[in-house]
């Protein structure tokens, strides 16, 4: 037996299915923001604007699953087990797993959490004989059921019954020097990232000049019909367009902040990175308030 065996989980049909819903939430994002540069009131525009933020900020949340799960993987070694699935990391000693079995020698169903589905069952479910039982896994039928001294799993290998006889053989081994348990979630990511005052202090900032900005433009576009958006070469005023037109400068700061968010918390894992996020952010928070400056020169 090789020092490591890595199983992938169970991923084309999450995949697939994740990309249908990527493209589905992308296409009406973008309809909701067409649809927003036809209106010429300010509460609709506000509604369709905010209503495309959220189906694209759900877009975003699929496409973190489908990579999550396109990079996921089970790989047992001498000195324990290892899942990386995402943002999140699980090691567990050998010496604490108790047994290992599939889905289908339990005596009770077990339920899937609440909002799973193929590709990404996430989260807790309780069961009547194991109690809380932790999913990170992306097909229900293949499931492998981990119990250890401290908590339960819920797996998915490609391979069920070959991942099971692999970990029975290296429980058999035994393990002379177990790895140190270890667990990162997500949320404790962000809880930990917010636990420091400058960066929770620039995230909320940015978040709320662009949310200003948004306001601000829904507002003042029902009373300008016509706006000019700039200047030529010479310094003579551009040929005026419809007010609806500013709605670009929300929509390029959402997007902006957005990305300065998800970079910079990619960054902010690693301590000597972490200067690269806090300049992210800054952006974060100059970008809408020179786009507010850009907004109130060109209607007052």
């Known amino acids: 037996m090789s020092s490591s065996l890595v199983f992938r989980p169970v991923w084309k049909n999450g995949l697939i299915l994740h990309s249908i819903l990527a493209v589905l939430l992308a296409g009406s994002g973008g309809f909701l923001i067409w649809l927003a540069f036809q209106q010429h009131f300010g509460g609709l525009l506000i509604l369709c604007f905010f209503g495309a933020l ?14 999550g799960l396109y990079h996921a993987s089970y790989t047992i070694e001498r000195e324990g087990l290892r899942i990386q699935w995402g943002l999140r990391r699980e090691d567990i000693p050998l010496t604490e797993v108790e047994w290992v079995r599939t889905i289908d020698e339990l005596l009770t169903p077990l339920k899937p959490p609440m909002f799973s589905m193929p590709g990404a069952y996430q989260g807790v479910s309780y069961h009547s004989d194991l109690g809380k039982v932790d999913f990170i896994a992306s097909d229900f039928k293949s499931m492998v059921i981990i119990e250890t001294t401290n908590k339960v799993l819920a797996l998915s290998p490609e391979n069920p019954e070959d991942f099971i006889r692999s970990f029975q053989r290296t429980l058999e081994m035994g393990s002379i020097t177990p790895i140190d348990a270890y667990s990162s979630q997500p949320a404790e990511f ?34 300008k019909q016509t706006v000019s958006m700039g200047v030529t070469p010479l310094g003579t005023p551009l040929d005026a367009v419809p007010s609806n037109r500013l709605l670009i400068l929300p929509i390029l700061g959402s997007i902006l902040f957005i990305l300065d968010v998800v970079i910079g918390l990619y960054y902010f894992r690693k301590n000597e990175q972490r200067k690269v996020s806090y300049l992210l952010w800054f952006g974060g928070i100059a970008t809408p308030f020179l786009l507010t400056i850009a907004l109130l020169m060109m209607v007052l």
């Open 54 to 67: 959220l189906l694209l900020g759900l877009f975003a949340l699929v496409v973190y699953r489908a990579y």
């Open 190 to 223: 962000i809880q930990n990232v917010f636990s420091y005052p400058a960066a929770r202090g620039t995230l909320i900032t940015g978040l709320l000049f662009t949310l200003a900005l948004v306001v601000l433009t829904s507002l003042f576009i029902p009373y």
